[in-house]
């Protein structure tokens, strides 16, 4: 069974600083991938970043990076020089390659960038 | 491409209603997923179809959910009868296959469901 774990309900960060949001995950799938989504107040869905399961090095995308520990299977999200406009809902995300096609997510963290 | 579409975006409706909700994937994507969104809960994965063929239910919460992909290009998911607890956000996404590589989802706008 696949399952996402994202332990922390909120988080506050202050202008400029990096944070880090924390996922786990399990699955049976040999390969799978790994995925960050954004949620504004306005509720659409944004893609942020996606890393491989065979992928050695750990995937970034301009202030986001993916920070992928496989054997302990985890898979945070790095924001650096946060802005105000990250104050949203952050899902992580996993969608199995192998066997089953599932795409689920965690519960979310609320992080909010303090002025 | 317009993007996934959804409607309605908002549905006021009373206990005991049918309620219907649409989804129009992008073209050429052969995965379609419904999601539900609460606080609690998170995005719960409800349903997915691939190339229009139910693939996994087992998200569904009860009978009283279905959910149909007659088409590449349309897909419902009904509630009846509705109940309160059924108030969430009901998202669908599609996406295309291409293994080993970046498959984000795209997702629709939503629909915000109340159940009175």
Not at chain 1, 73 to 100: E, H, P, W
Request: proline share 4%.
């Amino acid at each position: 069974a696949q399952k996402i774990t994202q332990t922390q309900p909120g988080m506050f960060v202050q202008e400029k600083e990096a944070v880090t949001l924390d996922c786990t995950y399990d699955t049976s799938d040999q390969s799978y991938g790994l995925f960050w989504y954004k949620q504004p107040s306005s509720g659409e869905m944004i893609f942020l970043i996606y890393q491989g399961s065979y992928d050695e090095q750990n995937a970034t995308e301009g202030r986001y990076s993916l920070n992928f520990q496989k054997a302990r299977k985890s898979a945070n999200l790095v924001i650096s020089a946060s802005q105000l406009g990250d104050s949203a809902m952050y899902f992580c995300a996993m969608r199995g390659l192998s066997g089953t096609y599932k795409y689920i997510f965690g519960t979310g963290t609320r992080l909010k960038v303090l002025a | 491409d317009a993007g996934v579409i959804q409607s309605p975006r908002h549905e006021v409706t009373e206990m005991g209603q049918e309620v219907t909700l649409r989804c129009k994937p992008i073209s050429g994507h052969d995965y379609l997923f419904w999601y539900r969104q609460t606080m609690m809960r998170g995005l719960e994965l409800l349903i997915y179809f691939n190339n229009n063929v139910p693939i996994d239910d087992s998200g569904m919460p009860e009978d009283r959910f279905s959910a149909k992909m007659p088409n590449a290009s349309f897909s419902t998911l009904k509630i009846q009868p509705s109940e309160p607890r059924d108030s969430a956000v009901y998202f669908c996404a599609s996406s295309q296959h291409r293994a080993a590589t970046n498959e984000k989802l795209f997702f629709g706008s939503g629909t915000q469901l109340s159940v009175l």
